[in-house]
Nanobody, 121 residues
Framework: QVQVMESGGGVVQPGGSLRLSCAASKSRFGINTMGWYRQAPGKEREFVASITNLFSADYANSVKGRFTVSRDNARNTMDLQMNRLKYDDTAVYYC???????????????WGRGTQVTVSS
């Protein structure tokens, strides 16, 4: 079982910046891709950004150029630097980690409980 915890949420004005962090407990077989998702009130959870253990990053079109994802493999942590925040970025942000198993074709998925980001003037 891998524990996942997000931190760094808060209230920020439009145009401002915020940095989220995700920490995962140690995994016996290693952590593969780590990702950020978000869910706004009344909407489905959506992909924000992800980064592989080889540091290949991917972003949703809505955040490209504004958000930057990074990770530290030694510490099992991932950060999301969010710049030029907009009202539409308001959501609960969740961290997801994909953990390797003894089966090379199967991964286990773990989620954190989320951290609230509110963009408000």
């Amino acid at each position: 079982q891998v524990q996942v915890m997000e931190s760094g949420g808060g209230v920020v004005q439009p145009g401002g910046s915020l940095r989220l962090s995700c920490a995962a407990s140690k995994s016996r077989f290693g952590i593969n891709t780590m990702g950020w998702y978000r869910q706004a009130p009344g909407k489905e959870r959506e992909f924000v950004a992800s980064i592989t253990n080889l540091f290949s990053a991917d972003y949703a079109n809505s955040v490209k150029g504004r958000f930057t994802v990074s990770r530290d493999n030694a510490r099992n942590t991932m950060d999301l630097q969010m710049n030029r925040l907009k009202y539409d970025d308001t959501a609960v942000y969740y961290c997801k980690v994909l953990v390797a198993t003894t089966d090379p074709h199967r991964e286990e998925e773990y989620w954190g409980r989320g951290t609230q980001v509110t963009v408000s003037s």
